[in-house]
């Protein structure tokens, strides 16, 4: 029988607390006794650092707002850029669920572009060949922490007159030649589910934009239609940051590109032990990964992922099904064969633990259980 100290999980959230603990209870102390829960100051300050954070020399000023969720943060910037029904959105299959959800919800179509096999994300050379005149956006996924190719993407959206959404949700702090993610888009969609590289302790997001008028919209969306006073000027949501998950966030913002160099160590030294074995995540010159997750393909998945089980290491299949095969989309009409690449990658796909505070050791054992497998 595996011993629990053995173990090794995917992620390993208590060890991350008990580094920032004091500083934690100490925050979350000072809020409770203000007694201002909602979009109070803590947000504010977290909305400012957050933008200067993604900030680059190649950027210009743009506007953070803290939302109740990466989910939110999706469907409150199609909302803002008036999204409706009928309109198509251009997306990738191969992702999260609550990236399509997000366009359902405007009563939109997901209009559903093949991945590249070697970064998974979406196929910019196919991107084209799908538009048509009902087509109003781009929703590029910058998958597992990679950012997908944004000037190729820019440049078709441009050409079309198109809007871009960027789903930035497993890719806080990563970069295409010294520029962050979120910051190509109109606007740039984050998640930060304890999960994930920039994670709270409950659901949180923000969208950030370079556009006035966008972001003065979802000032109104993310608060029912209203600017304050209790006046509606439309029909908006109920999409807060609290000041608790925004008090988190602002000590762990601070550690974020330390914490991504420890997750790309990690994911460096994955790649030296298994390249020869397995197929590793692709990192283009220029990009800069943040290893949300560190994900390997082989087709002998399921015989590495029950072995791995069987030694007490997690891993995990993200996805297993693409989304133009899920049983709640049936009814967009697509079959099996119809996005081959997507579909072979969720047949390969594992993803192994690679958390900044995983000890070498854990990796090596990973690495040596895989190895020994094949």
Not at 256 to 277: I, T
Request: net charge neutral; proline share 4%.
């Amino acid at each position: 029988m595996i011993k629990q100290t053995d173990m090794i999980p995917m992620l390993d959230l208590k060890k991350e607390f008990l580094e920032i603990e004091a500083e934690v209870i100490g925050k979350v102390t000072e809020i409770l006794k203000s007694t201002r829960y909602v979009l109070g100051p803590h947000v504010e300050q977290f909305e400012k650092e957050f933008s200067q954070f993604l900030s680059s020399s190649n950027t210009n000023n743009f506007y953070s707002m803290g939302v109740a969720s990466g989910t939110g943060a999706l469907f409150l910037s199609l909302a803002a850029l008036s999204i409706k029904k009928d309109d198509e959105v251009i997306t990738t299959p191969f992702t999260f669920f609550a990236t399509v959800e997000s366009i359902l919800y405007m009563g939109a179509k997901p209009v559903f572009v093949d991945i590249d096999d070697k970064t998974l994300n979406i196929d910019v050379n196919k991107i084209e060949e799908k538009i048509t005149k009902k087509t109003r956006a781009i929703l590029p996924v910058h998958l597992f922490g990679l950012p997908c190719d944004m000037d190729r993407v820019m440049d078709i959206a441009n050409s079309h007159n198109l809007y871009v959404i960027e789903d930035c949700a497993q890719s806080t702090g990563a970069l295409i030649n010294g520029r962050r993610t979120g910051t190509f888009g109109d606007t740039g969609c984050f998640s930060f589910y304890p999960s994930k590289n920039l994670g709270c302790y409950g659901d949180g997001g923000a969208v950030v934009t370079k556009s006035d008028t966008i972001y003065e919209r979802i000032l109104s969306l993310r608060n029912h239609g209203s600017r304050g006073n209790y006046i509606h000027t439309e029909v908006g949501f109920n999409s807060r940051l609290d000041e608790i998950q925004a008090g988190v966030l602002l000590i762990k913002l601070a550690r974020l590109d330390e914490k991504n160099r420890m997750r790309r160590e990690n994911a460096n030294l994955y790649n030296s032990l298994l390249k020869d074995v397995v197929k590793c995540p692709a990192e283009p010159d220029g990009y800069t990964h943040s290893y949300h997750q560190y994900t390997i393909r082989s087709p002998h998945r399921d015989k590495i992922k029950e072995t791995l089980s069987n030694e007490g290491i997690s891993s995990v299949v993200y996805y297993p099904i693409p989304m133009h095969l899920q049983e709640a989309l049936k009814g967009q009409g697509l079959k099996r064969g119809v996005l081959p690449v997507s579909e072979q990658a969720a047949s390969e796909v594992l993803s192994l633990p690679v958390y900044p505070e995983m000890p070498q050791v854990s990796i090596r054992k990973v690495a040596d259980v895989i190895r020994s497998c094949l």
